[in-house]
């Protein structure tokens, strides 16, 4: 294929230009019309391909390469489309820590997700609060950008993706300019009809503009702080909007990495999209971040039965909206209808169609991935493959999650042990005013079925090697700890047991255990044999955290605990109370993910009656007219009773993958 130019979306031989407007079309006649499909990927989180490099197998769930199927049924679908990715595109698997840590790039090097990209012809992006994760300067480094902030060469530029990153809401603290171009204006040829029916070529002037969810401060301070700031998603719109319409946009797709939340309004909401879409100018809304599938005419979901939200024809406040899910298992379709006035293209809310698409047919089966991906990232594929491989201890017993919620600490003790063995040397050696302090801490299954009945931590018995640490702790957070006390470890305790369900002991209808709206990754836990506690799901949210002891005596409210967690955690990540950067004592430059592997090396085997065998919290005994379930992978009822869980039972599958188990309370 012929080489393109840089924002140049290349379709057979010949270079179509996205911007700037040389080979724009006349314009179209007032009353003709168009039907514009904005394309939307979201979270892809590096996963170029349908492969599980934590498993070592194929994953035909994921990949961006079966997107790709999906984008190319859409573009034969509809004449016109504008394919745009949401952002968190470049973190979040073994490949992404391959390129970014243990093999990284040069500078004339592009990253495996992008060289996907430009092959499916992307037209725009947006940037994810964990395209932050590797820091400023790589991230200036493979997106080919020239970021004016301390630490980062402003005069090299490298090879980034071949179409524009647009980021509005992140602004350098040296220049008090965006980081990124805020907006960009893409002239987009497009065929259309004129009132009299005939088959016209015209231009319309799209604008996209790019934001992102403010706690990158919070969670990723050690690479941002006193670099950048942020601005309010609301703030940061009505500022440019009017801007980019001065400007002749004739279009205006916001592409905001975030979910929608209902809470008030503040400049540092995660989840803004609610208040963004009353921003005055948008035409429509990418959502991302939030990893749910938007619109979804069946979903429960409190955030998208809010008043204003049409969550089955995929509106908020009028404003067509998509939210694509992750990992490339969906495809957004706002099918944007469109109408000539005689000045600019106007959108015809009437007949705007908003769709997710999916890879996973109905027959449960998956559309074919699109081989010519594979064929181009094959070199980083097995670099990643053999990386992931090297070993590093082994274990007698098998380390998952499928049970984490009812109990199994299999994947989460070795994570506190190692977490805490560090921290009590860190004090040990530099701290000493904490020395006295009892050190606990916290750790959570990041990976409980949320994507489906695959995503699961699960590491069999025998050697382990990097793969398995990565499987363990998903996250490139760095190791911290907080200074507490033992009202705010409770307080922290009952946030992390908004994980489940209020349970009515009287009714005789089955009960879901877990709440699906709370993400695993929240659900904190420690396990320490001087620290008891039990959770009462039979009590509201905030009033279920019962006999917490240290050491079989009550913990006291001004007791006080030094608490091994993550950067995220420490820094505010999660909205727990008290957690807000002000009460860490240790911001390590180890990551969490390093800190475990170096307690596995020494270790050398992990062994169940010491790495997996202490569990701190409890339910609290209640007996049940009616069933009280959880759903997790199928036919592991042996796991659960391997992990000591007795008061499970198999019931039956869910039809979505997943198997029922019924959980005892009273046991």
Same mark, same amino acid.
């Given at each position: 294929m012929r080489a393109c130019l840089r924002y140049?979306?290349?379709?057979?031989?010949?270079?179509?230009?996205?911007?700037?407007?040389?080979?724009?079309?006349?314009?179209?006649?007032?009353?003709?019309?168009?039907?514009?499909?904005?394309?939307?990927?979201?979270?892809i989180h590096a996963n170029v391909v349908g492969y599980d490099y934590y498993k070592l197998a194929a994953d035909s769930s994921l990949g961006l390469d079966r997107t790709a199927t999906l984008i190319a049924q859409a573009r034969r679908e509809f004449a016109n489309t504008l394919l745009l990715d949401n952002g968190d595109t470049i973190q979040g698997n073994a490949l992404g820590d391959y390129q970014a840590l243990a093999h990284p790039l040069r500078c004339d090097e592009r990253l495996a997700i992008y060289k996907a990209m430009n092959?499916?012809?992307?037209?725009?992006?947006?940037?994810?609060?964990?395209?932050?994760?590797?820091?400023?300067?790589?991230?200036?480094?493979?997106?080919?950008?020239? $970021?004016?902030?301390?630490?980062?060469?402003?005069?090299?530029?490298?090879?980034?993706?071949?179409?524009?990153?647009?980021?509005?809401?992140?602004?350098?603290?040296?220049?008090?300019?965006?980081? $990124?171009?805020?907006?960009?204006?893409?002239?987009?040829?497009?065929?259309?009809?004129?009132?009299h029916g005939k088959q016209v070529t015209?231009?319309?002037?799209?604008?996209?503009?790019?934001?992102?969810?403010?706690?990158?401060?919070?969670?990723?301070?050690?690479?941002?702080?006193?670099?950048?700031?942020?601005?309010?998603?609301?703030?940061?719109?009505?500022?440019?909007?009017?801007?980019?319409?001065?400007?002749?946009?004739?279009?205006?797709?916001?592409?905001?990495?975030?979910?929608?939340?209902?809470?008030?309004?503040?400049?540092?909401?995660?989840?803004?999209g609610y208040y963004l879409a009353q921003v005055p100018g948008i035409d429509a809304m990418l959502l991302g971040h939030a990893h749910a599938v938007f619109p979804d005419a069946a979903s429960r979901a409190p955030q998208f039965n809010l008043p204003g939200i049409d969550k089955a024809k995929g509106t908020v406040f009028g404003v067509p909206t998509v939210m694509a899910s992750l990992w490339g298992k969906h495809l957004g379709v706002i099918g944007l209808h469109l109408r000539h006035d005689g000045k600019r293209w106007v959108v015809d809310k009437e007949h705007t169609t908003v769709e997710v698409r999916a890879t996973q047919k109905a027959d449960k089966?998956?559309?074919?991935?699109?081989?010519?991906?594979?064929?181009?990232?094959?070199?980083?594929?097995?670099?990643?493959?053999?990386?992931?491989?090297?070993?590093?201890?082994?274990?007698?017993?098998?380390?998952?999650?499928? $049970?984490?919620?009812?109990?199994?600490?299999?994947?989460?003790?070795?994570?506190?042990?190692?977490?805490?063995?560090?921290?009590?040397?860190?004090?040990?050696?530099?701290?000493?005013?904490?020395?006295?302090?009892?050190?606990?801490?916290?750790?959570?299954? $990041?990976?409980?079925?949320?994507?489906?009945?695959?995503?699961?931590?699960?590491?069999?018995?025998?050697?382990?090697?990097?793969?398995?640490?990565?499987?363990?702790?998903?996250?490139?957070?760095?190791?911290?700890?907080?200074?507490?006390?033992?009202?705010?470890?409770?307080?922290?305790?009952?946030?992390?047991?908004?994980?489940f369900n209020t349970i009515d002991p009287t009714r005789s209808q089955a009960q879901e255990l877990v709440n699906p709206g709370f993400a695993s990754y929240n659900f904190d836990m420690v396990t320490s044999k001087d620290l008891s506690y039990e959770i009462d799901v039979t009590r509201q949210p905030g009033s279920r955290i019962r006999s917490l002891s240290w050491q079989g005596e009550p913990v006291g409210d001004a007791q006080e605990f030094i608490v091994a967690t993550n950067s995220y955690r420490a820094s505010g990540g999660g909205g727990f109370a008290g957690l807000d950067g002000?009460?860490?004592?240790?911001?390590?430059?180890?990551?969490?993910?390093?800190?475990?592997?170096?307690?596995?090396?020494?270790?050398?085997?992990?062994?169940?009656?010491?790495?997996?065998?202490?569990?701190?919290?409890?339910?609290t005994p209640v007996q049940t007219a009616g069933p009280v379930v959880i759903r997790a992978a199928p036919g592991l009822l042996r796991l659960a009773q391997d992990a000591g869980l007795s008061n499970l039972r198999s019931l039956d599958a869910d039809g979505k993958g997943f198997e029922l188990y019924s959980v005892d309370l009273s046991k």
């Open positions: 140049q979306i290349c379709i057979g031989l010949v270079p179509i230009l996205v911007s700037g407007g040389a080979l724009a079309a006349p314009r179209a006649p007032a009353g003709a019309t168009a039907t514009l499909a904005v394309l939307e990927t979201t979270d092959r499916l012809g992307f037209e725009g992006g947006g940037v994810g609060n964990h395209d932050f994760n590797y820091g400023l300067p790589y991230l200036a480094q493979v997106t080919g950008s020239r $970021f004016d902030v301390d630490g980062v060469d402003k005069t090299k530029r490298c090879a980034g993706p071949a179409f524009p990153i647009v980021l509005a809401n992140v602004v350098s603290a040296r220049t008090d300019k965006p980081l $990124f171009q805020p907006y960009r204006i893409i002239d987009k040829r497009i065929a259309a009809v004129d009132a015209a231009t319309v002037k799209v604008g996209i503009i790019g934001l992102t969810t403010p706690g990158i401060l919070a969670w990723d301070k050690r690479w941002l702080e006193g670099k950048v700031y942020t601005e309010g998603v609301r703030e940061a719109a009505a500022k440019y909007i009017p801007e980019m319409r001065a400007k002749g946009a004739e279009l205006v797709v916001a592409i905001s990495h975030g979910g929608i939340d209902g809470a008030a309004y503040s400049p540092n909401m995660e989840n803004a089966s998956y559309v074919a991935p699109d081989p010519s991906i594979m064929e181009l990232v094959a070199r980083e594929h097995a670099g990643t493959i053999d990386y992931v491989k090297t070993p590093i201890g082994e274990t007698d017993f098998r380390m998952s999650t499928y $049970f984490a919620d009812v109990g199994d600490v299999s994947a989460i003790q070795v994570v506190n042990d190692a977490q805490a063995d560090y921290v009590r040397k860190y004090i040990a050696a530099n701290l000493p005013q904490y020395a006295n302090l009892p050190v606990l801490s916290m750790a959570a299954p $990041f990976k409980a079925g949320a994507a489906g009945p695959a995503d699961y931590t699960d590491v069999q018995p025998g050697k382990l090697a990097l793969n398995n640490a990565a499987d363990l702790y998903l996250y490139p957070n760095t190791l911290a700890a907080v200074k507490i006390s033992g009202a705010q470890l409770k307080a922290w305790l009952e946030k992390s047991a908004n994980r002000s009460a860490t004592v240790l911001a390590a430059p180890d990551t969490n993910r390093d800190v475990l592997i170096a307690y596995i090396r020494k270790t050398g085997e992990l062994k169940r009656a010491t790495q997996a065998s202490q569990r701190s919290w409890h339910f």
